[in-house]
Every structure is written in C-alpha cells, then in structure tokens.
T-cell receptor, first 112, second 114 residues
C-alpha cells in the first residue's frame, strides 16, 4: 500500500520568513495530494491540494509543488504569520481508491 | 453550520464496554470516511462508504469494529468490547463522489478507555 513520509517533524520560523514542508510517497499511481492544517483540538482543515496533472498550485501565501518523477511534493508558506502555527499533514490518494494516506505531520511554530 | 458534524465530541468508557459514534456528512456528499488519529500521528484510514455501500475496510478495523450508513446519509461507527488501545480521536470526513474530490473533516470524537 501507499506510504507517505513527511519532513521535518518540527519547524520553527521567524515571523515573515518562509516555511517549507516536504513529503514523499511510494505509490506511483497516487494522483491526488492534499495538505491539511490542524490546530490543537480541532479538525484537520484542507488548505490546498494538487492533482498529478499539475506541477504547481498557489493560493495567496500558500503554494504546493509536485514532482511525479521523484514522487515528492512540498508545501511552501511565505510571509509567515503567528496564526500559521499548527500541525500540517500531507496526504496522498489513488484514483479509484479514495482513502487518504497521511504523513506523520509537521509542527510549525512561528516565532514573533 | 453545514459542515461535517460528529457526536459525541468526547466519550469516556470502561474497558469492555461498547461505544457508538455518529457522523453527519455535508448534505450533498455521497462519500463518507472514517479515520482514527492517535496523539502525534496523522489520521489513519478505517473505512469508507459510497452512499450506503461500504466499499473498503482497513486491516486496522478488527471484527470488534463495525460501521454502517443505512440510508446513505449519516453513519455510525461501533466498537464492541473496547480495549485500552482503542483510545484515540475518531474522525469522520465526507466528499463528493467524483475521484480526487476534497475530503472535509468533522471535529472528531475523542474516545478515552479507562
């Protein structure tokens, strides 16, 4: 089955700087890659997603890049703000088998 | 609020008891998923439904676990003879039926086994 690895497990960034979180996946048939933000005690919230026919997607300060050949994808957050502090999860799924396989999460701390 | 709702938010029970959780998906979503999340980990897939049909069950879902979605709307997840290892957050998500549609999560039910 699919295996998703995520790095780093913790990340501290000065406010205003950029943060990058990286994930790799094992199943070359995976074609959908969402990113979720989870604040303490709250539900995972979808912040951005990308499909395998696209190499990059951007939404304001958040962007995701996908390299299908290397089987890795990354989340980029620019101009970080204190409210960006949370745990971020990457995930992958395969067409026809829609379950999400999640990474182990990255705890992002924005230092004011 | 038209998001995914789960009930109860918290459940504390003694080992060996049975528990049942409920999930109400977003109304137009015909896919419904159950995940389990333990502290410091990402959600792990348990099972999912397309309308009332249960299409896949994880190996994590032992025979003590059963899920239903009888009318293709809300779903229930029952755990029989609970064990300490069942303590976790049980998350429900829903999505539209087309491939690659975003899954939207509820707030989860936190289960604590005494």
């Amino acid at each position: 089955g699919e295996n998703v690895e995520q790095h780093p497990s913790t990340l501290s960034v000065q406010e205003g700087d950029s943060a990058v979180i990286k994930c790799t996946y094992s199943d070359s048939a995976s074609n959908y890659f969402p990113w979720y933000k989870q604040e303490l005690g709250k539900r995972p919230q979808l912040i951005i997603d990308i499909r395998s026919n696209v190499g990059e997607k951007k939404d304001q300060r958040i962007a995701v890049t996908l390299n299908k050949t290397a089987k890795h994808f990354s989340l980029h957050i620019t101009e970080t703000q204190p409210e960006d502090s949370a745990v971020y999860f990457c995930a992958a799924s395969t067409k026809g088998n829609e379950k999400l396989t999640f990474g182990t999460g990255t705890r992002l701390t924005i230092i004011p | 609020d038209t998001g995914v709702s789960q009930d109860p938010r918290h459940k504390i029970t003694k080992r060996g008891q049975n528990v049942t959780f409920r999930c109400d998906p977003i109304s137009e979503h015909n896919r419904l998923y159950w995940y389990r999340q333990t502290l410091g980990q990402g959600p792990e897939f348990l099972t999912y439904f397309q309308n009332e049909a249960q299409l896949e069950k994880s190996r994590l879902l032992s025979d003590r676990f059963s899920a239903e979605r009888p009318k293709g709307s809300f779903s229930t997840l029952e755990i029989q003879r609970t064990e300490q290892g069942d303590s976790a957050m049980y998350l429900c998500a829903s999505s539209l039926g087309q491939p690659g549609q975003p899954q939207h999560f509820g707030d989860g039910t936190r289960l604590s086994i005494l």
